[in-house]
Nanobody, 122 residues
């Protein structure tokens, strides 16, 4: 079983950057696909990015493609989300999650972190 803890959120001006981290405590981290999701106030949780077991496969939502980069370090049991050129519409609580398959649907993800707030001011 994986326990996930996100960090790195905060307040940033539009155009700025943040790097989110998600540390996993289980011993099988490298067997999981890892994803990032976000949820803005009054909106449904949405897919942001995902990365395969070895890091060789990645997927992004259209709204973040070219601005965000997902990566992972299987030695440190950590997945990252580098966010550049941030926009006010990126403001949300960001969650990391673990799944058995590379998927965009949050229903495929079995384990979730508690979330970290990202606020982008205009």
């Amino acid at each position: 079983q994986e326990q996930l803890v996100e960090s790195g959120g905060g307040l940033v001006q539009a155009g700025g950057s943040l790097r989110l981290s998600c540390a996993a405590s289980g011993r099988t981290f490298s067997r999981y696909v890892m994803g990032w999701f976000r949820q803005a106030p009054g909106k449904e949780r949405e897919f942001v990015a995902a990365i395969g077991w070895s890091g060789g496969s990645t997927g992004y939502a259209g709204s973040v493609k070219g601005r965000f980069t997902i990566s992972r370090d299987n030695v440190k049991n950590t997945v990252y989300l580098q966010m550049n050129s941030l926009k006010p519409e990126d403001t949300a609580v960001y969650y990391c999650a673990a799944a058995r398959i590379l998927a965009y649907d949050l229903k495929e993800y079995n384990y979730w972190g508690q979330g970290t707030q990202v606020t982008v001011s205009s």
